[in-house]
């Protein structure tokens, strides 16, 4: 089985976000791997570490500037064999590039130049954008079944068998034959940390760079962003002394009791 | 001769003794008077009630006092201290009451003057960097507000969501982040202080620089609220660094840890922020309730493990450093294994098994804590050696860990499964711990302090009597009636 993982470099989810003149501020902020890349990146190590699934190797994606380069020693470091870097400077957080763009670069990849893929992992969204368009697109394009918001992953003969989360409940569904597409939801596991060892080996392990305009794929936003603005600030509660000043607000300020 | 269990009744005796021989129980008349002058302030008529003030966390100490006076401005303060300085009442300040040493509780019934309403941040000087704000303000509160104006509060410890500023100025915290930013003596630009008699001392400056007279502020840095109660603060505010990252690595020996300390000073220089380590021992108790995310190929901790973090204005340049550095401990092998986080998530994470040591500790049984600093090269000799003294205890464990760049060890003896003290099990501990710390010329007390708990020690194990004698005169020129934490920081005789 042969593994393409995507993984995308966006504003760390521990950072508080700014916005700017230009949408959220980018700049000298901490970034770091989608926290649902890093799943599925965990997700297809654990694949290759099964033996029963025959894994022969793990191919890492990231698509954006230079410092993509960072997140991919992240994946490669936590188990990928190797990785393929599509260059541009278009901003990712769907002010510039889109999820539709995004999805026909990871087309392109898988059609011409990582041809007998078996199975593309990706997070179910990226915190930036929280699109979670790329996973269905892609499978769309391809033509491939898919999976979404995956919370379990076994093989199951030619296939796999995949546990969705949803709002209602679980939702199992089997994928027959391979080549399939699967998002992957926070439940599915808990990412590895980057050991040392790893880190140093990861140093040596290929990074292939194709820049995003040699792919022939159109990547003008179609949707235009009319205003990024924070969100009104909570009104800050406020501490009583005691059960006879509760119930006064309740009932004069609040209007909540008769 | 006298047997230890009487010797140490004669000093609580005497503690008591001396505390009621000079000073006022405070009456009913007392509390209405109070109350005037602190409205905001809880009287009650049976002790349960002011539980919460009158017992610490480590459940060691508990006080018998009926009133809590929380005043809500400088002036309230003032006007308290002066009443009780007038009635000879004993006043107990109080901040996040998180401190190990007893010494925000009372020993009898003295008067606790909480500073918790004085809870104001007044102002934020960006192009300095000082913030000034009230003494009460709770150190995370006060950390998330300059963080909004890309700055941070130099110190940081465990107890951040509970203890106030005034507090850490009183006891001179440490936290981790020490030998990066320096100790509060260092940050502190300004101060308030209310006297014993109620002057208000106005030290309050914005100046960096300032030879003008004697530097009074410092006196009252680390006083443990025995030279004057701290209202106000001016305190350097270093900017928030763009670039931050933690390493956790695994080492085999303790000579190991050094020479991965040294490799960091090395290699890391001014990003260096802190280093901090944890053994087999107190790390094997964390794992019973959090995943350790570096082990050995068994599946088992590691006998040593450090926690390393950078801090810088250039993620680039800090990770170019870090690498440096890694590459070198892992290469010479002072480190065996390691994880580097990824993110912000990780660096938390890894945080988080670091300051869970204290309270998971805690619930495991009774902890005899010991805060001692000590040389480095012979800073983890005492666990084993109090591991041999304790040996016949199955139910005994020696757990460490610490800021080993300051020197500065947590060396704690747990009981499991108990939750009082052994009399058997302590008389092997102490003085024994104390006695072996200054023979190696070390500290007794490190950052938690003196309070009720050390401050018999004083003259015995940490200074001499030419200094005991001054440090008395100074508090008897601040506080001739010695309402101010009394029996407490000094030692009674």
């Known amino acids: 089985m042969k593994i393409l993982v995507g993984v995308k470099r966006v504003v760390d989810y521990a950072v508080k976000v700014r916005v700017g003149a230009n949408g959220v501020e980018l700049k000298n902020v901490k970034m770091s791997m989608n926290p649902f890349c890093e799943i599925a990146t965990e997700a297809a190590v654990r694949l290759k570490e099964n033996k029963a699934a025959n894994v022969s190797e793990v191919v890492a994606v990231s698509v954006g500037p230079k410092q993509c380069q960072d997140t991919l020693r992240t994946a490669l470091a936590m188990g990928c064999d190797r990785a393929i870097h599509v260059k541009t400077d278009l901003r990712g957080d769907y002010m510039e590039l889109q999820s539709d763009s995004v999805a026909k670069i990871f087309q392109k990849i898988v059609e011409e130049k990582e041809q007998n893929t078996d199975l593309v992992l990706l997070g179910k969204q990226s915190i930036d954008s929280d699109c979670g368009q790329v996973g269905p697109m892609l499978a769309g394009f391809l033509n491939y079944p898919q999976a979404t918001f995956a919370a379990n992953i076994d093989l199951d003969g030619d296939g796999l068998k995949v546990e969705r989360e949803t709002d209602s409940g679980t939702e199992t569904i089997k994928i027959p034959s391979l080549p399939a597409v699967i998002t992957c939801d926070l439940r599915l596991n808990e990412p590895r940390y980057a050991t040392l060892p790893n880190i140093m080996k990861a140093k040596k392990k290929k990074i292939d760079t194709i820049d995003a305009n040699d792919l022939g794929v159109d990547l003008t936003a179609k949707n235009k962003v009319l205003e990024v603005y924070e969100p009104p600030p909570r009104k800050e509660g406020i501490v009583v002394e005691d059960v006879d000043e509760l119930i006064a607000k309740l009932k004069n300020e609040a209007g909540l009791l008769q | ?493």
């Open chain 2, 1 to 493: 001769m006298i047997s230890k269990s009487l010797r140490q009744n004669r000093f609580q005796f005497q503690k008591t003794f001396r505390l009621f021989s000079t000073l006022q129980s405070p009456t009913e008349q007392d509390f209405q008077e109070l109350v005037k002058r602190a409205p905001s302030s809880l009287v009650v008529n049976h002790w349960e009630e002011l539980e919460k003030y009158n017992k610490d966390w480590t459940g060691n100490y508990s006080g018998k006092s009926r009133i809590v006076c929380r005043p809500n401005s400088t002036k309230e303060v003032s006007s308290i201290l002066e009443y009780c300085n007038e009635r000879k009442i004993g006043v107990v300040p109080q901040a996040g009451n998180t401190g190990v040493v007893g010494g925000s509780i009372p020993i009898g019934d003295e008067v606790i003057l909480s500073i918790e309403k004085l809870n104001q941040i007044h102002s934020f000087d960006g192009i300095n960097g000082i913030v000034q704000c009230d003494a009460g303000v709770v150190l995370q509160t006060l950390q998330e507000k300059v963080a909004a104006w890309d700055a941070l509060v130099p110190i940081d410890l465990g107890a951040k969501g509970t203890c106030m500023i005034g507090g850490n100025i009183a006891t001179n915290a440490g936290g981790q982040y020490y030998y990066r930013f320096g100790s509060i003596h260092s940050n502190i630009i300004g101060l308030e202080v209310v006297l014993a008699d109620g002057t208000i001392l106005d030290l309050m400056s914005t100046n960096r620089k300032d030879n003008t007279g004697y530097d009074l502020k410092h006196l009252f840095v680390g006083s443990e609220g025995t030279l004057g109660v701290v209202t106000k603060v001016a305190l350097n505010c270093p900017r928030l660094p763009s670039s931050r990252n933690v390493a956790f690595l695994a080492c085999d020996s303790f000579q190991s840890v050094c020479e991965t300390l040294a490799k960091a000073k090395e290699h890391l220089g001014e990003v260096l922020a802190a280093f901090e380590f944890m053994d087999k021992a107190v790390l094997d108790q964390v794992a019973t309730e959090k995943r350790i995310p570096l082990l050995n190929d068994n599946g088992e901790n590691y006998d040593f493990y450090v926690l390393v973090e950078t801090q810088g204005s250039n993620e680039d340049h800090d990770m170019q450093k870090l690498e440096l550095f890694l590459e070198s401990t892992m290469e010479s092998s002072q480190a065996v294994d390691g994880i580097l986080a990824q993110d912000m998530k990780q660096v938390l994470d890894i945080w988080e098994i670091r300051e869970s040591c204290n309270p998971i500790i805690k619930s495991k049984g009774y902890n005899y804590k010991y805060d001692i600093s000590l040389p480095l090269d012979c800073y983890y000799d005492i666990a084993n050696v109090m591991r041999d003294r304790l040996s016949k205890f199955p139910t005994v464990e020696v757990v460490n860990w610490g800021h080993v760049i300051d020197g500065n060890l947590h060396l704690n003896i747990i009981d499991k499964g108990e939750f009082k003290v052994r009399e058997e099990v302590k008389e092997l501990i102490e003085p024994f711990v104390f006695e072996y710390t200054i023979s190696k010329k070390g500290s007794i007390s490190a950052e938690h302090g003196l309070g009720q708990c050390k401050n018999e020690y004083l003259g015995k194990y940490a200074k001499d009597a030419a200094t005991v004698a001054v440090m008395k005169n100074l508090k008897q020129s601040f506080d001739p009636n010695g309402i101010l934490n009394p029996s407490k920081f000094l030692p009674s005789l």
